[in-house]
């Protein structure tokens, strides 16, 4: 448990297996999203999940390789996404902790070692985004949000990162919230819109990348589609 932690009886890989176990305890899959049970969350591992932030943010990044580091940045966020979630509990959407429905990201939460205070917005824009030149850095940072990519139910590790990354990728692109085509027009998640520039930098690259995606009946609509008609994203949190 935390306690044990910060007596120093718990290693950092002990911590990882902790969070692994949280995910997986509390990550249920419906209809191909991953719903978080946050009213079941007990308090004793809410403090086993603090002290796996705290045990990351001591630990920061240096001398890890660049898919360690990457797999660092994902983890982190995810927890300290569920963390503020449960701080904050019961609540609709993630969007509702800021004033003016602008949510809790860019809020310095976070205190890394090499690094200092960071927000959400520092890790996955200031960090990710800034340090990797990878459009699927999106599926695997969790907004806690129903329209969000699923958030996985076991921790991000740098031996299966590029699986995990393009197994992540599919399971979006291929959910109706991420594309669907309905008489032929193409709906697609705001996300692709939001950060068009990494993917691709218009509509046309948007396209492009779902296609390395697609499947079945999907693969068949976006092959000649060249314009998508919307953009839509779902705010309510992703609880189940």
Same mark, same amino acid.
């Given at each position: 448990?935390?306690?044990?932690?910060?007596?120093?009886?718990?290693?950092?890989?002990?911590?990882?297996?902790?969070?692994?176990?949280?995910? #997986?305890?509390?990550?249920?899959?419906?209809? @191909?999203?991953?719903?978080?049970?946050?009213?079941?969350?007990?308090? +004793?591992?809410?403090?086993?999940?603090?002290?796996?932030?705290?045990?990351?943010?001591?630990? @920061?990044?240096?001398?890890?390789?660049?898919?360690?580091?990457?797999?660092?940045?994902?983890?982190?966020?995810?927890?300290?996404?569920?963390?503020?979630?449960?701080?904050?509990?019961?609540?609709?959407?993630?969007?509702?902790?800021?004033?003016?429905?602008?949510?809790?990201?860019?809020?310095? !939460?976070?205190?890394?070692?090499?690094?200092?205070?960071?927000?959400?917005?520092?890790?996955?824009?200031?960090?990710?985004?800034?340090?990797?030149?990878?459009?699927?850095?999106?599926?695997?940072?969790?907004?806690?949000?129903?329209?969000?990519?699923? &958030?996985?139910?076991?921790?991000? +590790?740098?031996?299966?990162?590029?699986?995990?990354?393009?197994?992540?990728?599919?399971?979006?692109?291929?959910?109706?919230?991420?594309?669907?085509?309905?008489?032929?027009?193409?709906?697609?998640?705001? !996300?692709?819109?939001?950060?068009?520039?990494?993917?691709?930098?218009?509509?046309? @690259?948007?396209?492009?990348?779902?296609?390395?995606?697609?499947?079945?009946? &999907?693969?068949?609509?976006?092959?000649?589609?060249?314009?998508?008609?919307?953009?839509?994203?779902?705010? #309510?949190?992703? +609880?189940?």
């Amino acid at each position: 448990n935390a306690l044990a932690f910060q007596r120093g009886d718990i290693s950092f890989q002990g911590l990882m297996v902790l969070f692994g176990d949280f995910l #997986n305890d509390y990550i249920t899959e419906t209809d @191909g999203i991953n719903f978080v049970a946050y009213g079941d969350v007990t308090e +004793e591992d809410h403090q086993a999940l603090k002290a796996y932030i705290a045990a990351l943010e001591s630990q @920061g990044v240096e001398g890890l390789s660049e898919d360690e580091a990457m797999a660092f940045w994902f983890n982190l966020y995810n927890a300290a996404t569920i963390d503020v979630i449960l701080d904050n509990y019961p609540l609709e959407s993630i969007r509702s902790l800021g004033a003016l429905n602008r949510g809790p990201w860019d809020r310095k !939460i976070l205190n890394v070692t090499g690094v200092g205070e960071m927000s959400l917005n520092d890790v996955e824009h200031g960090t990710l985004r800034a340090t990797w030149n990878e459009p699927r850095i999106h599926y695997a940072v969790n907004c806690a949000s129903f329209g969000c990519p699923n &958030l996985m139910d076991r921790p991000w +590790e740098a031996e299966t990162l590029e699986a995990d990354l393009a197994a992540a990728a599919s399971a979006y692109v291929n959910h109706p919230r991420g594309f669907r085509v309905e008489d032929g027009k193409v709906t697609a998640s705001k !996300i692709y819109n939001w950060y068009k520039e990494d993917f691709g930098g218009d509509q046309s @690259g948007i396209l492009e990348h779902a296609r390395q995606y697609a499947e079945g009946d &999907l693969a068949d609509d976006l092959a000649n589609a060249t314009k998508i008609n919307s953009f839509e994203y779902n705010w #309510n949190l992703n +609880e189940g």
